[in-house]
Every structure is written in C-alpha cells, then in structure tokens.
C-alpha cells in the first residue's frame, strides 16, 4: 500500500489530484492531505496537482506487502486571474433615509 501526504509546509494539503502510472483510479487527498493506494511490487510514477501549487511528479519503489507512506512537498504557485470590474452608483439619500423590508416569519417556518 502506498499512502502520499501532501504537503506545503508542515500543512496538509487537501483536494489534490493524486495519480499513479498515469492511469485510473485518480484520487483526491482528504483534509489530512491523504491518499491511499493499493499497488502492485516495483517502481511507479505519482503525479500531484492541485490549483495554486506547481505540479510534481515523485517515484517510488515498493516491496510486495511494504506499506510505504511518501512525502510530496507542494510548492505554491502564483497564477494571475482575469480582471473583475466592480461598480457603484451614488444617490443622494442618507442610508437611514432608505427604506428597510421588514418580513414576519410564522413559527411553522422555523421548526
């Protein structure tokens, strides 16, 4: 079995998309950053990425019946996003000067 922690830092890194021998089942880590796989004996290729975080490829051997727990340290990455454009509109009334919706909500409805 081969467990891999990611990691960025000492910090799990959760919702990565783990994947050995570029081949099916791809998996994500959890909130401990783990990802479980049950592997044949010899050498393979686990392929990491995750948003925000450059990929990484690592390679492992593994023994028959060896459970072997591989650390992959993610480093961040800074990616520019598309620009987003906010706009207001000013009016000349005073914010207590608005009127406010006022909603009655029957017990029903709560429970």
């Known amino acids: 079995m081969l467990i891999v922690l990611a990691r960025s830092g000492a910090a799990p890194v959760a919702d990565a998309h783990v994947q050995v021998d570029a081949s099916p089942p791809a998996l994500e880590t959890d909130a401990r950053g783990e990802a479980r796989f049950m592997l044949s004996e010899g050498s393979h290729t686990v392929h990491l990425e995750r948003v925000g975080f450059e990929p990484l490829d690592l390679t ?26 906010a706009s207001a509109t000013r009016s000349g009334t005073i914010l207590e000067d608005q009127p406010v919706r006022i909603e009655a909500v029957p017990a029903e409805e709560i429970e």
């Open 60 to 85: 492992v051997s593994l023994q028959a019946g060896e459970e072997r727990r591989l650390l992959a340290p993610l480093r961040t990455v800074f990616t520019e996003s598309e620009v987003v454009v």
